[in-house]
Nanobody, 123 residues
């Protein structure tokens, strides 16, 4: 059974940091890209970043503030979020799949998803 479990969300002040983790099992972790998306109330799920073939790609809105790291020995991907802003408030999801490079920003490119973890940035 494929499982992805995102954790680490919470309430943080503007400028603070959080570290999310995505623990996975049940599929060939090393052969899949692992992405982070987020979804705010009333909005579509949007791309945050992805680690694919050893490289990371980020949305411009988080570049320089967020960092994705991958631990193949633990089948886990982490999202370190620094300098958080109110607009980062959302439910964060991790997804797994094998998208081509031109498709990494589309949620439909990922076949497996975790349940999401809430991140709230407040003053």
């Amino acid at each position: 059974e494929v499982q992805l479990q995102a954790s680490g969300g919470g309430l943080v002040q503007i400028g603070g940091s959080l570290r999310l983790s995505c623990a996975t099992s049940g599929f060939a972790f090393a052969d899949n890209a692992i992405a982070w998306f987020r979804q705010a109330p009333g909005k579509e799920r949007e791309f945050v970043g992805v680690v694919k073939n050893g490289r990371t790609y980020y949305d411009d809105s988080v570049k320089g503030r967020f960092t994705i790291s991958r631990d193949n020995s633990k089948n886990t991907v982490n999202l370190q979020m620094n300098s958080l802003k109110p607009e980062d408030t959302a439910v964060y999801y991790c997804g797994a799949g094998r998208p081509i490079l031109s498709s990494i920003r589309g949620a439909s490119a990922y076949g497996y998803w975790g349940q999401g973890t809430q991140v709230t940035v407040s003053s």
